[in-house]
């Protein structure tokens, strides 16, 4: 078969779009994305489970005759459950692991007509702000393969930057559609809440943090994508309002005159880098230019209360995880079949009380109190989307002391010092420090609160490195974000950049 030349030209809508009017079918489109993987990916390591003859084997037969009809697509390898393919979540503990199911959001990925070629690395239980499990190794940014693609959806980022498919799957618990959006010059949308279904087994996952939907090179690629998924799906823990319009209807709307609140400061002890202070000064004057008013100015919390009840609640929950991992296989986790790291994250959640878990609980409570009044003033919150421009590959490996105390944490002493209350919360105030809390204090506030937000891929650094900027808005108002990421990518075009390494 002929190579399709202009696949590069068009996102998944457009693709579509070229489908329906019998320009290319769906097999050679399959074939198309099938011939890129095979070129690009052992460079980058993004897809870990190809699912080739999977995809041939689809598009023979008719397609659903949804808004990605015959367009090829990507999973990410962790909560997004395909029958009968194996989803590690990047955990030597889970790498046999076979789910009989599909996942609701997968369901509706397939019903809006995506052909699914493969699934996309992911660190191990999406723990990590870098996809470098140890079972699969490191996803490397397009842009320049030294660097990280980010994560937690770093391996599906990488690929849709390297233009194998135009949108992947994603999830989001504390950053993780946002930061490997801004790594690899993409645009990435954590939606609400409650607006897409997080089910079966992953019901109330992170206790509400935790979201999915697509990473995408185009706005309208998200937006049609997420009309295509909303909905809660029946026994949900959490819905939210449904919205009038359309999401791509919305792009067509302009956004009026926005009151966008914009914040640079250092949190988490962490200094924020120039290259991130200076894209969001960039933006600022952009939005300016657009008629919109931009005021410096930031939300009233205690962002260390924040971060703690952020951690309790992740790692009650990674402890959980190892629990039902040993329920599913009916032994016991070995330490060795899960990283250390997250190990150690499992024996803090399981040293826990019900009185941390619930005053956890509370500090997210107040944080959305503070948040929404923070949007009787504001439209919207303009940050950057990371602390930090992309990291090498292999730069955020713990140290020789971090890995000896962990090893201390993971042994029987270990479990004698959780069990004082006081030395397990001077730990986890020492992780928001040292840890991913650190490196990426800005996108947090959003999975706690279940605040929409989106990485808007406005800047790249002098070393030709993408850097975006973050945008949080009030609940359910997604059409509000859709609506100024079109005005964005109207006045600053961003899709017709990719990487040398693209094929």
């Given at each position: 078969?002929?190579?399709?030349?202009?696949?590069?030209?068009?996102d998944g809508l457009g693709l579509a779009e070229q489908v329906r009017k019998k320009n290319i079918s769906p097999k050679e489109l399959c074939e198309e994305a099938i011939s890129r993987a095979e070129a690009v990916n052992p460079k980058l390591?993004?897809?870990?489970?190809?699912?080739?003859?999977?995809?041939?084997?689809?598009?023979?037969?008719?397609?659903?005759?949804?808004?990605?009809?015959?367009?090829?697509?990507?999973?990410?390898?962790?909560?997004?459950?395909?029958?009968?393919?194996?989803?590690?979540?990047?955990?030597?503990?889970?790498?046999?692991?076979?789910?009989?199911?599909?996942?609701?959001?997968?369901?509706?990925?397939?019903?809006?007509?995506?052909?699914?070629?493969?699934?996309?690395?992911?660190?191990?239980?999406?723990?990590?702000?870098?996809?470098?499990?140890?079972v699969f190794g490191p996803t490397r940014n397009p842009w320049q393969p030294e660097y990280s693609s980010g994560g937690s959806s770093g391996g599906s980022a990488a690929a849709v930057a390297a233009r194998i498919v135009p949108l992947a799957?994603?999830?989001?618990?504390?950053?993780?559609?946002?930061?490997?959006?801004?790594?690899?010059?993409?645009?990435?949308?954590?939606?609400?809440?409650?607006?897409?279904?997080?089910?079966?087994?992953?019901?109330?996952?992170?206790?509400?943090?935790?979201?999915?939907?697509?990473?995408?090179?185009?706005?309208?690629?998200?937006?049609?994508?997420?009309?295509?998924?909303?909905?809660?799906?029946?026994?949900?823990?959490?819905?939210?309002?449904?919205?009038?319009?359309?999401?791509?209807?919305?792009?067509?709307?302009?956004?009026?005159?926005?009151?966008?609140?914009?914040?640079?400061?250092?949190?988490?002890?962490?200094?924020?880098?120039?290259?991130?202070?200076?894209?969001?000064?960039?933006?600022?004057?952009?939005?300016?230019?657009?008629?919109?008013?931009?005021?410096?100015?930031?939300?009233?919390?205690?962002?260390?209360?924040?971060?703690?009840?952020?951690?309790?609640?992740?790692?009650?929950?990674?402890?959980?995880?190892?629990?039902?991992?040993?329920?599913?296989?009916?032994?016991?986790?070995?330490?060795?079949?899960?990283?250390?790291?997250?190990?150690?994250?499992?024996?803090?959640?399981?040293?826990?009380?019900?009185?941390?878990?619930?005053?956890?609980?509370?500090?997210?409570?107040?944080?959305?109190?503070?948040?929404?009044?923070?949007?009787?003033?504001?439209?919207?919150?303009?940050?950057?989307?990371?602390?930090?421009?992309?990291?090498?590959?292999?730069?955020?490996?713990?140290?020789?002391?971090?890995?000896?105390?962990?090893?201390?944490?993971?042994?029987?002493?270990?479990?004698?010092?959780?069990?004082?209350?006081?030395?397990?919360?001077?730990?986890?105030?020492?992780?928001?420090?040292?840890?991913?809390?650190?490196?990426?204090?800005?996108?947090?506030?959003?999975?706690?609160?279940?605040?929409?937000?989106?990485?808007?891929?406005?800047?790249?650094?002098?070393?030709?490195?993408?850097?975006?900027?973050?945008?949080?808005?009030?609940?359910?108002?997604?059409?509000?974000?859709?609506?100024?990421?079109?005005?964005?990518?109207?006045?600053?075009?961003?899709?017709?950049?990719?990487?040398?390494?693209?094929?």
């Amino acid at each position: 078969m002929a190579k399709f030349t202009e696949y590069d030209q068009f996102d998944g809508l457009g693709l579509a779009e070229q489908v329906r009017k019998k320009n290319i079918s769906p097999k050679e489109l399959c074939e198309e994305a099938i011939s890129r993987a095979e070129a690009v990916n052992p460079k980058l390591n993004a897809i870990i489970v190809p699912m080739y003859e999977l995809a041939r084997e689809r598009v023979k037969s008719p397609l659903p005759d949804g808004p990605f009809s015959g367009v090829p697509f990507l999973l990410k390898d962790a909560h997004h459950a395909f029958k009968g393919v194996s989803m590690s979540s990047g955990s030597e503990a889970l790498k046999d692991f076979v789910p009989q199911y599909d996942a609701e959001i997968v369901k509706r990925f397939k019903d809006a007509g995506v052909v699914i070629i493969g699934k996309t690395n992911t660190p191990e239980f999406k723990l990590a702000y870098v996809t470098e499990p140890k079972v699969f190794g490191p996803t490397r940014n397009p842009w320049q393969p030294e660097y990280s693609s980010g994560g937690s959806s770093g391996g599906s980022a990488a690929a849709v930057a390297a233009r194998i498919v135009p949108l992947a799957s994603a999830t989001d618990e504390g950053g993780s559609i946002r930061v490997p959006s801004s790594y690899c010059g993409l645009f990435g949308f954590k939606p609400s809440r409650g607006r897409n279904p997080v089910g079966p087994n992953f019901d109330e996952e992170w206790d509400g943090m935790s979201t999915s939907h697509v990473i995408t090179r185009s706005v309208r690629d998200s937006a049609a994508m997420l009309d295509a998924t909303m909905g809660a799906e029946p026994g949900s823990p959490y819905t939210v309002a449904t919205p009038i319009h359309s999401y791509l209807d919305e792009l067509s709307h302009e956004p009026g005159r926005l009151r966008i609140a914009f914040n640079t400061r250092p949190a988490y002890g962490k200094e924020v880098h120039p290259e991130c202070i200076k894209a969001v000064e960039e933006a600022a004057k952009l939005l300016e230019g657009l008629g919109h008013h931009v005021k410096e100015a930031e939300p009233d919390y205690q962002e260390e209360d924040a971060a703690l009840g952020f951690l309790m609640v992740m790692m009650g929950h990674v402890a959980s995880r190892l629990e039902k991992i040993a329920d599913l296989y009916n032994r016991s986790v070995a330490r060795h079949q899960v990283e250390p790291q997250n190990y150690v994250f499992a024996r803090i959640g399981s040293s826990l009380s019900a009185l941390d878990f619930l005053q956890a609980k509370l500090k997210w409570r107040n944080l959305g109190y503070t948040m929404a009044q923070f949007y009787q003033q504001y439209d919207l919150l303009l940050t950057p989307t990371l602390g930090q421009p992309p990291v090498l590959v292999g730069s955020q490996e713990p140290s020789g002391a971090d890995k000896i105390t962990m090893k201390v944490i993971s042994s029987f002493i270990g479990k004698l010092i959780l069990s004082s209350r006081s030395i397990t919360h001077f730990i986890l105030k020492e992780l928001i420090n040292s840890s991913m809390e650190g490196q990426m204090p800005f996108t947090l506030i959003a999975n706690i609160t279940g605040l929409p937000a989106m990485s808007v891929p406005l800047h790249w650094t002098d070393s030709g490195l993408p850097c975006g900027v973050q945008f949080i808005g009030p609940l359910g108002e997604e059409a509000t974000l859709f609506r100024l990421a079109a005005q964005l990518e109207q006045a600053q075009p961003w899709i017709d950049r990719k990487p040398k390494i693209c094929p």
